[in-house]
């Protein structure tokens, strides 16, 4: 059995990416214990909210370093994958920098949040053969850049998800995007 | 292309799924999770659940069946209904909830919204508001629509978006339970007037108003109950007829 760890920093959707990984057959263990995260086989780094106050509590528990030098496969989701960023200009802080990238707010002529489903993209790594829709809930975005995996059109071009080295993230939320987000998670857990 | 969604409400009282015709005679209409699962299955893209009996003493109960719905349902969900406080959402967050709908709570203390989406961010933060189009021009109505009050609908929902709502979910009471349309005109409006996402409610009762819906205006969502529940539109065909006719929808 695969030893998977979602990081639980009081961020409001770790139940829901708990349950999405207990209706495939696993059984992850939510904590925040930073000798549990370097032990998993897996990490999901999950997160909602405002980027600021996520930060300032992985800084708070400890977290920033555990999280940056883990080298088992790593799953931002959504605000999870915007923090593993260098900065976010919700609440210009800076982030734990392991995608070399910038999140940004997308234009104002927009309806934001950006909420309901759309195209994947452009798709490799772990979105490789993925077709069709993905839930999406954000009002930051990640440019396309060389880490990008997947690409999503809203208003603009941007990462729907990005891969570098043993981390990955999906700005999209997997465990709400139907058998499409299970897809994705199972091509996460044969990294 | 984002697309357009589609999504069933499910309203619920003491753990069972019924829906009210102009929200007064209630029919029993299924098991919730249930319900929820055949949604998901079947292409829903949401689904909104309202506890029209929610007291103090009920809402351990509505959040053992929202950890339920979580638990066996893939796609996102909103909950809604006696939410009065950032405790009352935190339960139901907690329990798995995607995102809280808050009606009169919010209009009878406005800072609840920006409690909510400082606490949680405005991305989990519906207003839903029920509106009648009155001689004095469309008014926000509380408790289910009984009772009006002198609230313009259009000052409402702008005055919404600034305190934090990231979502409006609009129901005209006029329309509500008559299977004739969507308020078209109102929709339009009240979408012009905000930049968050606006859910369209009350009226659907045949195919063709979700085309008038997402062809006359640029609402992004169309919620419905009854037509779904009693089979009258079926979610895989309409959304057969609204991509045929160039309408962005998901498949499944």
């Known amino acids: 059995m695969k030893n998977i760890v979602i990081i639980d920093y009081g961020a409001g959707n770790v139940k829901s990416v708990n349950f999405a990984f207990q209706r495939l057959g696993y059984n992850p263990v939510l904590t925040d214990d930073p000798k549990t995260i370097k032990t998993a086989d897996y990490v999901v780094f999950p997160g909602v909210g405002h980027a600021k106050a996520a930060m300032e509590t992985i800084e708070a528990k400890g977290l920033s370093e555990v999280i940056r030098n883990l080298k088992q496969p790593v799953l931002g989701v959504c605000l999870g994958m915007q923090l593993m960023c260098r900065f976010s200009e919700e609440g210009d802080v800076n982030g734990l920098g392991i995608f070399d990238m910038d999140v940004k707010k997308f234009d104002d002529q927009l309806k934001v949040p950006h909420m309901g489903w759309n195209d994947v993209l452009d798709c490799s790594s772990i979105m490789k053969g993925v077709t069709g829709q993905t839930y999406f809930v954000h009002s930051y975005y990640v440019p396309i850049n060389q880490e990008t995996i997947a690409s999503c059109e809203y208003g603009i071009k941007f990462s729907a998800s990005l891969a570098k080295d043993n981390f990955f993230g999906c700005q999209f939320h997997p465990e709400k995007s139907g058998k499409v987000g299970e897809e994705i998670i199972l091509n996460f857990l044969n990294q | ?252």
Request: charged letters at 30%.
């Open chain 2, 1 to 252: 292309m984002l697309r357009k969604r589609i999504i069933p409400c499910l309203d619920i009282k003491d753990g069972r799924t019924v829906k009210g015709v102009n929200f007064v005679d209630l029919q029993d209409a299924g098991d919730p999770i249930e319900l929820a699962k055949k949604y998901s299955d079947i292409g829903a893209d949401e689904l909104v659940f309202l506890d029209i009996t929610a007291t103090h003493e009920k809402r351990k109960t509505l959040a053992k069946l929202v950890e339920r719905i979580a638990r066996n349902v893939s796609i996102p969900f909103t909950v809604g209904g006696g939410v009065r406080s950032v405790e009352d959402a935190d339960v139901l967050l907690h329990a798995g909830a995607d995102k809280i709908a808050v009606n009169s709570a919010a209009v009878k203390r406005p800072e609840l919204l920006t409690e909510l989406a400082d606490k949680f961010g405005n991305q989990c933060v519906v207003l839903s508001v029920d509106a009648k189009n009155t001689e004095d021009g469309w008014k926000v109505h509380l408790v289910g629509g009984r009772e009006r009050t002198d609230i313009d609908l259009f000052d409402w929902v702008k005055k919404a978006e600034q305190l934090g709502a990231g979502e409006i979910l609009f129901t005209s009471m006029d329309h509500d339970g008559t299977k004739g349309g969507f308020a078209l005109e109102a929709l339009q409006k009240v979408d012009e007037l905000v930049s968050i996402p606006v859910i369209a409610s009350g009226g659907a009762g045949k195919e063709e108003h979700f085309s008038d819906l997402f062809q006359q205006t640029e609402i992004s969502a169309a919620l419905a109950a009854s037509v779904f529940h009693f089979q009258t539109i079926e979610i895989p065909e309409l959304k057969h007829k609204l991509a045929q006719e160039n309408i962005p929808v998901r498949t499944v």
